[in-house]
């Protein structure tokens, strides 16, 4: 090898190493354990998995009814249950699920790195740049949810799917993950079905690689639903029983066929039509990912509830997508005007920047995931709580994004929901809260007696901690203690 050549594939891996630094950076500056996001982060799998290690804490409807898996939580429980060993008072449980998580879902990065290195190397540094700093990607993947998880796993399943040269354990690696993935998010289980059959098609020994995979996948799908006392696979009946035969999805909101299109144009920003028309110019050798891309969005766009994060396997490997065609339309140019001549380090520096520019475009305009994303000011207010050993009850309101559990709590305290009339100021507080609960978390002075603890205020949001001296009548409140009330009001 000439020694241009040699300098050129080592500055290559230098500047490889230099983007999955900022993106581990990036994230690091994301992290924070008091933000949410959305409801599922802390009932659904934070509060679940805390529930698993610490064995107390309230189940929402969807665990009751038996209609997901214990996969997420399962995994969480290991740092819980660490975190309460070294510091059983303190945030340190909290912060190493969460943290754990996001680690586990770095493996994003390593898909879209293994995606563009089925062309070459130069491909699958832009595709690991465009992973590592776009905006929403960086926030799903410090939030706690089964799409930030799926889209980590699939995608280094896809990765070893598209690799021209695979090892004997290649296949059933593949397999295991894109297995996994589609367990965790059953909904991108059509993504994984689609992408592997364009992907192995006649080929018999791609299959039978893929085959143990999937079924060590489903090995563990089966070790898990019994773990959490289900009859293996049930939860899929249900879910589809309920989300879809019962409406419960529906409940929360519905939107439109063409709502994933409008999401797609928004969140990728004012370079939109750019991104999607690369995305559709990717090498040959893609086209089964595309096209698995493309009835993700479908699938998803017949179910009446839609949120963006649903379609974000999608999303992500779009900008994937693009970011390798990038690289494949400035080859062509280039060879039309010199043949043979690819592009070079300088030139795929200078098109990183570009990339950088758009992730900035799009964070300019639209804030991408973290516009939803509030402080847990709350969450802070009830924390304080694990240091006041006088709390025997604490009253909190129930309120969008004032999600407080008992993972946050850090002891077994007795929580009540004051409904949301009182919030409105349609309703006064009902007099058996304040005799069952000796804290409660308000704004102002919720009731004659208490006086104020402690107040948090993050990113616009203010909450305080307020206390009166006494005991606690549970039996006051039984109707408003939290897993009474959820399970009286469905929820």
């Known amino acids: 090898m000439e020694q241009s050549s040699i300098a050129a594939s080592r500055g290559l891996t230098w500047v490889t190493l230099a983007v999955a630094l900022l993106a581990v950076a990036l994230r690091v500056v994301a992290f924070d354990p008091w933000a949410q996001f959305h409801a599922d982060e802390f009932y659904q799998y934070l509060e679940q998995g805390h529930r698993l290690a610490e064995h107390y804490g309230a189940v929402p409807w969807e665990g009751r009814a038996g209609m997901r898996n214990g996969l997420i939580p399962q995994f969480l429980a290991a740092p819980f249950a660490l975190g309460a060993v070294i510091a059983p008072a303190g945030m340190l449980p909290v912060v190493l699920a969460r943290a754990c998580f996001a680690a586990l879902c770095l493996l994003a990065l390593l898909g879209a790195w293994g995606i563009g290195a089925a062309q070459s190397r130069r491909h699958a540094l832009a595709a690991l740049l465009i992973a590592a700093i776009w905006p929403d990607g960086v926030m799903f993947s410090v939030y706690v949810l089964s799409e930030s998880l799926a889209t980590a796993l699939i995608a280094c399943g896809a990765a070893l799917l598209l690799a021209e040269r695979r090892g004997k354990w290649q296949l059933p690696l593949a397999g295991l993950l894109v297995g996994l993935g589609a367990l965790v998010r ?222 946050y709590i850090r002891r077994p305290v007795a929580i009540y929901e004051v409904p949301e009339a009182v919030l409105a100021g349609n309703m006064a507080l009902p007099s058996e809260i304040p005799s069952a609960a000796n804290a409660m978390l308000s704004l102002k002075q919720p009731a004659p007696g208490y006086s104020l603890a402690s107040c948090h205020e993050r990113s616009g949001e203010k909450a305080c901690l307020w206390m009166r001296p006494g005991s606690c009548d549970a039996a006051k409140a039984r109707q408003f203690e939290r897993q009474a009330y959820m399970e009286a009001n469905d929820l």
């Open 186 to 407: 059953l909904q991108y289980a059509a993504f994984v079905v689609v992408l592997v059959l364009l992907s192995a098609r006649r080929d018999w020994l791609m299959w039978r690689g893929l085959a143990f995979g999937g079924l060590a996948a489903l090995a563990l799908g089966v070790v898990s639903d019994l773990a959490g006392d289900q009859t293996p696979f049930h939860w899929i009946y249900t879910n589809f029983a309920m989300n879809i035969g019962a409406g419960r999805a529906a409940k929360f909101s519905t939107m439109g066929p063409l709502a994933y299109l409008q999401m797609l144009l928004a969140g990728l920003g004012p370079f939109a039509p750019l991104v999607l028309g690369l995305a559709c110019f990717a090498p040959r050798r893609y086209r089964p990912l595309l096209v698995a891309v493309v009835v993700n969005v479908v699938v998803h766009s017949v179910i009446g509830h839609k949120e963006y994060r649903f379609i974000w396997l999608s999303v992500f490997l779009i900008l994937v997508l693009a970011a390798i065609a990038s690289v494949e339309v400035l080859d062509r140019w280039l060879a039309r005007r010199a043949p043979g001549r690819v592009v070079g380090l300088g030139v795929l520096l200078g098109l990183c920047l570009a990339w950088g520019g758009v992730a900035l475009a799009e964070l300019a305009s639209t804030r991408g995931a973290a516009s939803v994303r509030s402080g847990g000011a709350y969450a802070m207010a009830a924390h304080d709580v694990a240091s006041r050993p006088q709390v025997c009850g604490l009253a909190v309101p129930l309120q969008w994004h004032n999600y407080v559990i008992s993972a």
